[in-house]
């Protein structure tokens, strides 16, 4: 996506996260149903996740896969938005 690369489920202690684009410091999280019984617990883990000099986007699973189109532009908005090094080519 523009040039950025994503890994899939990368350990960053403590925490394994969904997707995240190391250029960009950028974690993408796709949250199920289970989400909504664990606001507090993620509300936690964004702000160390965040603490450690990173992003993090949250959507959850049906509007990934309802509404792609915006969430794809949203997470290129964020890839504009975050500031980092110029992406891999």
């Known amino acids: 996506m523009k040039g ?3 890994r899939r489920q990368l ?3 403590p ?3 969904d997707f995240v684009c190391l ?3 950028l974690i993408i999280e ?3 149903g289970q989400h909504a019984d664990q ?3 993620d509300a936690r883990r964004t702000v160390v996740l965040e603490s450690m000099g990173y992003r993090v986007v949250r959507f959850w699973n049906n509007e990934i896969l309802g509404e792609l189109d915006s969430v794809l532009g949203q997470i290129e908005l964020a890839l504009i938005e975050s500031p980092s090094p ?3 080519p």
């Open 39 to 41: 606001i507090a617990y």
């Open 30 to 32: 796709a949250d199920g």
């Open 11 to 13: 350990v960053i202690e």
């Open 4 to 6: 950025y690369k994503f």
């Open 86 to 88: 110029q992406p891999s």
């Open 23 to 25: 250029e960009a410091n």
């Open 15 to 17: 925490y394994i996260v």
